[in-house]
């Protein structure tokens, strides 16, 4: 039974580690020789350290670029969360979008300090006050599944978590973090918690677990008593310093804004046990690091003292018949995580010290559904070693060669595929099932942890190197030149022969406006395609016969062909859900939106969702009319005012400087606007003029943090912005005035506007505002805190009015919520300026 189980093991943990480092990432990565002789070195280290905390940038890169590069211990970084709910400073993207970005930066940060990356299940909510609330939505016990599950699998020696389970980090997610790892420590050695998972692992009792103390935002958590190591040591065959690597990695950051300097010169890290004994001298202290841990394994590591010694960075395929012996010498050894972990470590640096490049594209980016795809193989044995192509398989296609592989001679030919209907989309696979409010419904146990989408195709490359076989798995990838960045590689992604992409993914029905105007984005990836379009009600899929097409007849004539399609009709004052479908004469299937986000510090992404558009009814009316908008960090607040009737023009810079402010009833200035665009200083004296000749300025939330410091006057009279926020979307509101025309003009604020809101109702409040000049108008608390009035702040200046909001009409709007839509189009009409 036990010889089984580590069999099943072996095979699982070779399986998810097949992958080189590079799968996911743009180019590949070719080592120097100083990389290489660092994995040589670290051969010898059989230690593994696992840094554990909540979203993407809590981790503590110094620390770990130190324990993967200097302490060659294999290091970890398990985030809760991927980020969701976070802001967004380089574009308008929230939610699972934001996710799916910062995963990229995440991964992006790793290749640089040479950690690897998990995940668990859990979303992103938003800031969350005490652990109690987090676990109220992530479902603690299947959260804690994934952390156990994270620990059999990676097997470490130390845990360490970025929070204490006290309450210091101050977020409920971080918290939760730390008391999910504690927890964790214990379950991961019993075998009757999670028993289902011993089908692939085994229990795993880590050694201890320590908190990184830290020594930031006011708060100093570090004490001298506390175990600390330096790890801002210079690693010469680098050229850098810990400190230095670690910033590169964390300004991967960008969504974040969190780009930092680099750092030279001592920096010492503190650590306090709260599982486990505290160590004395060393992070690893009572751990056996070398080859003596696994039986015969002394063998081992007197071939790895020669192959070290005798390494010469000029010629690093000189060591390549050394380095296959040992890794035979490895595979004679018993079963066991090190031996699987270190044959994936040897075989890599056999392919990087022979100087091997393999690689596996297309010149197309998509590969469609029931048409073909050409996939273009280039292989080169740049350092001359002995190596013998034997086999490449990709998509059940099994090429036979049995050739040997020349001195820096290009080996290159091609195959075209064809991609069944069968064939998976692109789609990350924690984006596959509907999700719960606070987790990703993932039940695959094989996936959870994993970091990244899988590849759409990769090829299994079998070549024999000194007589021995080695298999290289390489994800296809699209390859093209921009003629500004050069060569560049990204992902190749799987999609249906039409995606169908409605231009909004929330259409707002009100009594002045009860007919509903739409267009659709139709692309065709297949030529040929012929079939039909068709508009059905969500719930019950039946064809919605109220609204009509400008045509529902597909046929595409090219690839790539991309029309419009208008639909419209009357739809009444109920919810519904548009959903569209698609015929081909076969077979009628929901279609898909491809939505596609390109930034050029990660990979390019894709993911689906049906091609759907959710009516909201909402009893609205406005008054004024022409609003403009000054951009801020991006959100989508624009499309939702003009679906609400007004006229919007969006302001720059530019358009500040030379329009005539006194066109616009009301300007609303962009979540972050003083946070990201220092120009705005220069617009301080013509904003103010402008309210007081009777405009109506209303400012969304900033930060008063350390990303863009709000160095400028925002409003008339002097008032701060605070941390302060609410994150409970369902906290009691308390209208302080409810006569006031804020609640009344032109729509009448109840408390039933303030139901249905997601994920908090605001953040950065107002505080400590000139009360002679500003009047509050209402509260809101989180449970057991008391209220707090900053979260909307008024004041008349001249003829016109200035507002300060925290509310989070950024999220709410987008979503559909009836009662933020009212209660901004009573701020809009405050300064009562024109009518329709």
């Not at 580590?6 to 097949?18: M, N, R, Y």
């Not at 609410?726 to 609640?743: C, M, R, S, Y």
Request: with cysteine; proline share 4%; glycine share 8%.
């Amino acid at each position: 039974m036990r010889k089984t189980l580590l069999l099943a093991s072996f095979v699982f943990c070779l399986g998810i580690l097949s992958l080189p480092k590079d799968t996911f990432s743009q180019a590949p990565q070719n080592w120097t020789s100083a990389d290489m002789y660092l994995a040589l070195r670290k051969l010898n280290v059989l230690g593994s350290v696992l840094y554990i905390a909540a979203h993407p940038d809590d981790e503590n890169t110094r620390l770990i670029a130190y324990l993967s590069k200097d302490k060659l211990y294999r290091t970890g970084y398990l985030s809760m969360t991927r980020g969701d709910g976070g802001q967004n400073l380089i574009g308008d993207e929230q939610g699972i979008e934001l996710g799916l970005i910062r995963t990229q930066e995440l991964l992006a940060a790793r290749r640089i300090d040479g950690g690897e990356q998990f995940f668990t299940r859990a979303f992103d909510f938003g800031f969350s006050k005490n652990p109690e609330e987090t676990f109220t939505k992530w479902d603690k016990e299947k959260i804690l599944s994934d952390v156990v599950w994270v620990i059999r699998r990676f097997q470490p020696d130390v845990i360490i978590t970025r929070f204490p389970t006290t309450g210091e980090g101050g977020h409920g997610h971080h918290t939760g973090s730390a008391i999910l790892a504690n927890e964790a420590f214990s379950a991961a050695a019993d075998p009757n918690r999670f028993p289902e998972q011993l089908k692939y692992v085994q229990t795993w009792q880590v050694k201890r677990i320590l908190w990184n103390t830290f020594n930031f935002g006011g708060n100093n958590t570090t004490r001298e008593d506390q175990f600390k190591i330096d790890v801002g040591g210079y690693n010469p065959l680098l050229g850098k310093s810990y400190g230095e690597i670690a910033a590169e990695s964390r300004s991967q950051h960008k969504s974040q804004g969190f780009g930092v300097p680099a750092s030279r010169g001592e920096s010492l890290e503190y650590f306090k046990a709260t599982k486990g004994d505290q160590p004395q001298s060393d992070l690893m202290e009572g751990t056996d690091l070398s080859w003596k841990k696994v039986k015969g394994g002394q063998a081992i590591q007197t071939i790895l003292d020669s192959l070290t010694a005798s390494f010469d960075l000029l010629h690093p395929e000189s060591s390549v018949q050394g380095l296959v012996r040992l890794y035979k010498a490895i595979g004679n050894l018993e079963e066991g995580y090190w031996k699987t972990q270190k044959l994936r470590e040897v075989s890599q640096l056999i392919a990087q010290c022979s100087g091997l490049f393999l690689d596996v594209t297309t010149s197309e980016q998509f590969a469609v559904q029931t048409d073909s795809v050409r996939i273009n193989f280039s292989f080169n044995n740049r350092l001359g070693t002995d190596a013998v192509l034997q086999n490449v398989m990709v998509d059940g296609f099994d090429s036979v060669f049995s050739r040997t592989l020349e001195k820096n001679k290009n080996l290159n030919f091609s195959k075209t595929f064809f991609v069944p209907s069968s064939k998976s989309l692109t789609q990350p696979y924690w984006l596959v099932n509907k999700m719960e409010e606070g987790y990703f419904n993932v039940t695959d146990q094989l996936k959870i942890g994993q970091p990244d989408v899988d590849p759409s195709y990769a090829a299994t490359i079998r070549i024999k190197i000194f007589g021995e076989g080695f298999t290289f798995t390489r994800p296809v990838k699209y390859k093209f030149t921009d003629p500004v960045r050069g060569e560049l590689y990204e992902p190749m992604v799987v999609l249906p022969p039409v995606t169908v992409s409605p231009a909004e993914d929330v259409q707002v029905t009100t009594p002045d406006k009860k007919n509903i105007e739409g267009s659709l984005t139709i692309r065709g990836m297949k030529k040929g395609f012929a079939g039909n379009i068709q508009v059905t009600s969500g719930p019950s899929g039946k064809v919605f016969k109220s609204v009509s097409l400008t045509n529902s007849n597909l046929s595409v004539g090219a690839k790539n062909q991309v029309s419009d399609i208008v639909y419209s009709g009357e739809v009444g004052k109920n919810n519904e859900e548009l959903v569209f479908v698609i015929s081909d004469g076969e077979n009628t299937i929901v279609a898909e939106d491809k939505h596609e986000i390109k930034y050029d510090h990660i990979p390019y992404i894709n993911y689906f969702h049906k091609a759907d558009v959710s009516l909201k009814y909402v009893d609205l009316k406005t008054y004024n009319k022409k609003i403009g908008y000054i951009i801020g960090a991006g959100d989508k607040v624009p499309g939702a005012l003009e679906q609400m009737g007004y006229e919007v023009t969006l302001l720059t810079d530019k358009e500040l400087s030379r329009n005539n402010l006194q066109q616009f009833d009301a300007i609303i200035t962009g979540v972050r606007a003083y946070n990201t665009n220092e120009w705005m200083n220069n617009h301080y004296d013509k904003l103010m003029k402008y309210v007081n000749d009777g405009g109506n300025l209303i400012v969304q939330y900033n930060t008063s943090n350390q990303i863009g410091p709000v160095r400028a006057k925002i409003g008339p009279y002097n008032f701060n912005i605070s941390r302060n926020r609410i994150t409970d979307e369902n906290a009691p509101v308390t209208l302080l005035k409810p006569d006031h025309p804020v609640f009344n003009f032109p729509n009448k604020i109840t408390p039933d506007d303030f139901k249905g809101w997601i994920q908090e109702r605001s953040i950065y409040h107002a505080a400590a505002w000139d009360s002679t000049k500003y009047e509050t108008v209402l509260t809101m608390n989180d449970p057991g805190e008391k209220p707090d009035e900053g979260s909307l702040v008024i004041a008349k200046h001249g003829k016109g009015v200035f507002v300060y909001t925290g509310i989070v009409f950024f999220r709410e709007l987008p979503a559909g919520v009836p009662g933020a839509y009212r209660l901004l189009a009573n701020i809009i009409a405050l300064n009562r300026k024109k009518g329709f």
